[in-house]
């Protein structure tokens, strides 16, 4: 150490190029002949003095000392001078200096750390790149700032087993004072059965909602003209007759007493027309609800008054028991009525003796009122509301006792569905977002409390907006807005008539996910990092073992260390 101080102060003063010869000295490196014979030389270009003169111990001392075992070096004079930056200077900055093959030892504990080494890389190389291609984000919570208007499509697919197609309305209301009531233009409806299987094409109420018009009577009418039927008669009276039209009621109805007149005016008219007995084309008939229940079950009368077109041939069972059969939506005075009576009879061969039960008819389908799926979109302001489906008509009563607002959400969502752009982008985000979209879809809610009951089924929604922020690029950009939902449900007895109600809130926070993409030059930072970091590790590694193996073995054969 004293003598490289020494040699480095004497550097310092004398020679040229001190940087790297005190680099090269501290580091331990060996000196070419050339650096060697120009300190030599700039040693002798020194003026004359005596090794005395020197430092005692010093480099100079010792090469003066010494300068006759340095002959074989050669001086400066034999070398020609080059201008400007030479091959030798160059080399000298070489940092990976080469070592002859034959100077170097291999070993098996050397092999073995090389291979996991190798392996080590291999792997964590993978590891990195699998990182860089990945999706990182970042998740926060900021005000709702966005700017796409007042409005919110909610889009549904609701089926409801037991509701009727012709009295299922859709309503929206909101605390602002909103109340849209019976929404067509943006629903549609479809008869099912019971396991949810479309029995038609698309259901189309027609006038039901319309104001109905009605005859204005004083007072009431003089005798019945229309036949009862009851559970023991009504099939007996459907074979028997082409055409059996038959008016289900109820006697605290208030449409049911007002229709009442008309019916059995109509009836008598055309009794007198198509006489029972001799003609037996058509025949008006009714049915007190109250009394008949069962019957009236069957055949999915849920409002009062309900008429029901019984064709014969035409009511058909499914395999549930159930009738299939038309309905009647027009108006109830009796012109209108007898009208449309005459239209039914119209098609039907005039007949001169009474129609027995082996006449054959042509079968065929009939809309059936059993269930309803109801599914479309409605557009409602960013504020609580609600959205009703429930039974609803301007000139029924309904029994709530027998409403049953059962229903399977297939599909229930807030705001746009994603643009086909931006499918891939969320097939790719897809494992960040969408844990808690759609909550409610493909789950069933059955009222399984007593008939009766008037159960109405309520689901309370918290909405919540999702946006998803790409920073790839020059600037940032928005790649999914959605808006995401939390859902709880509850059966509640009501006294009025049973509803399937959704009650949404949007919260005015907003869940920011913004994509992280790392850059190239720090997927390469890493990679060097980990191939220089191995490298290095196995090297000091491989040095400890390959010294404890020596060790040991100086102490094995008892040599001194």
Not at 54 to 62: D, G, L, T, V
Not at 141 to 148: G, L, P, T
Not at 386 to 413: C, E, K, Q, Y
Not at 421 to 439: C, E, N, Q, T
């Amino acid at each position: 150490i004293v003598l490289r101080l020494r040699l480095s102060f004497f550097v310092l003063l004398y020679l040229p190029n001190r940087s790297i010869f005190i680099f090269r000295l501290f580091l331990g490196i060996p000196f070419s002949r050339s650096i060697l014979s120009s300190s030599l030389s700039r040693l002798h270009s020194l003026p004359s003095q005596s090794p005395s003169c020197f430092p005692p111990f010093s480099i100079a001392a010792i090469c003066c000392s010494n300068a006759s075992e340095t002959a074989p070096f050669p001086t400066p004079t034999s070398q020609p001078a080059m201008p400007g930056l030479s091959s030798s200077r160059l080399k000298s900055m070489d940092f990976y200096r080469k070592i002859p093959r034959d100077l170097t030892e291999a070993s098996l504990s050397g092999a073995g750390l090389s291979i996991v080494a190798a392996l080590a890389m291999v792997f964590l190389f993978g590891m990195e790149l699998s990182n860089y291609l990945a999706v990182n984000t970042s998740t926060s919570v900021i005000v709702d700032n966005s700017s796409d208007g007042e409005f919110l499509r909610i889009e549904f697919n609701i089926s409801f087993p037991a509701l009727s197609c012709e009295f299922a309305a859709v309503d929206v209301s909101d605390v602002l004072g909103t109340n849209r009531l019976n929404i067509t233009k943006t629903v549609r409806k479809f008869s099912i059965d019971h396991d949810l299987r479309p029995t038609g094409a698309e259901f189309h109420s027609g006038s039901t909602m319309h104001l109905i018009k009605h005859d204005e009577y004083v007072g009431e009418h003089e005798g019945e003209s229309s036949v009862i039927l009851n559970a023991r008669n009504f099939d007996v009276f459907s074979k028997q007759f082409p055409i059996l039209v038959v008016n289900f009621y109820a006697p605290w109805c208030y449409w049911s007493n007002r229709l009442k007149p008309s019916w059995e005016k109509a009836a008598k008219t055309m009794a007198e027309r198509y006489d029972p007995e001799t003609d037996g084309r058509i025949i008006l008939a009714k049915v007190d609800c109250t009394e008949e229940g069962e019957l009236c079950r069957r055949h999915h009368i849920q409002g009062y008054p309900s008429i029901r077109i019984f064709r014969k041939g035409s009511d058909l069972r499914d395999e549930h028991g159930h009738h299939e059969h038309e309905s009647y939506y027009g108006d109830r005075d009796t012109d209108t009525l007898v009208q449309t009576m005459e239209t039914l009879v119209a098609p039907i061969p005039a007949l001169h003796h009474k129609l027995d039960n082996s006449t054959q008819s042509i079968k065929r389908p009939a809309p059936s009122t059993g269930g309803c799926r109801v599914e479309g979109y409605v557009r409602v302001k960013k504020v609580p509301g609600n959205l009703i489906i429930s039974a609803r008509s301007g000139s029924h009563s309904f029994d709530t006792s027998l409403m049953n607002m059962s229903h399977v959400v297939s599909h229930l969502s807030f705001g746009l569905k994603f643009a086909p752009k931006a499918l891939v982008d969320a097939k790719r985000l897809m494992p960040y977002i969408g844990r808690s979209h759609d909550r409610l879809n493909g789950r069933a809610f059955v009222n399984q409390r007593d008939v009766g009951a008037n159960v109405t089924i309520e689901h309370y929604l918290q909405v919540v907006k999702t946006e998803v922020v790409s920073r790839r690029g020059s600037r940032d950009h928005t790649i999914i807005e959605e808006y995401e939902y939390t859902a709880h449900s509850s059966l509640a007895e009501s006294v009025d008539i049973p509803v399937a109600k959704f009650h949404f809130e949007l919260s005015p926070m907003q869940v920011l996910i913004t994509e992280l993409p790392k850059s190239f030059s720090h997927f390469i930072t890493n990679v060097c990092a980990i191939i220089g970091g191995i490298f290095t590790v196995a090297g000091i590694l491989d040095s400890l073992l390959h010294n404890t193996i020596r060790l040991v073995k100086k102490v094995e054969l008892g040599k001194n260390f």
